[in-house]
Nanobody
Framework: QVQLVESGGGLVQAGGSLRLSCAAS????????MGWYRQAPGKQRELVAT???????NYADSVKGRFTISRDNAKNTVYLQMNSLKPEDTAVYYC?????????????????WGQGTQVTVSS
């Protein structure tokens, strides 16, 4: 199994910053991609930013220039630096990891989600 543990959410005023972290652990053979998604009340979960092992990144238009995703491959950890936060960034933020894990007899592809961390931006 693979576990994802998120941290770093909280309450911040508009214009402020937060940094989210997500650490993956367990029987991991390799991680192909890690990313962040968010879900606001009454809305569908949406992509915020992703980063693949090759280094390329993808951002939602709404966060470009304000959010930065980074990875520490040695620690299987992904970060999301969020600057110039706006009230519309308020949501539960979820980490997602995709890759290959090990069982007793073979390698199996996986996709796991973290438990989510609340980010609230006050105006």
């Amino acid at each position: 199994q693979v576990q994802l543990v998120e941290s770093g959410g909280g309450l911040v005023q508009a214009g402020g910053s937060l940094r989210l972290s997500c650490a993956a652990s367990g029987s991991i053979f390799s991680i192909d991609a890690m990313g962040w998604y968010r879900q606001a009340p009454g809305k569908q979960r949406e992509l915020v930013a992703t980063k693949v092992s090759g280094g390329s990144t993808n951002y939602a238009d709404s966060v470009k220039g304000r959010f930065t995703i980074s990875r520490d491959n040695a620690k299987n950890t992904v970060y999301l630096q969020m600057n110039s936060l706006k009230p519309e960034d308020t949501a539960v933020y979820y980490c997602k990891a995709e890759g290959v894990r090990l069982t007793s007899s073979r390698q199996v592809r996986f996709q796991y989600w973290g438990q989510g961390t609340q980010v609230t931006v006050s105006s």
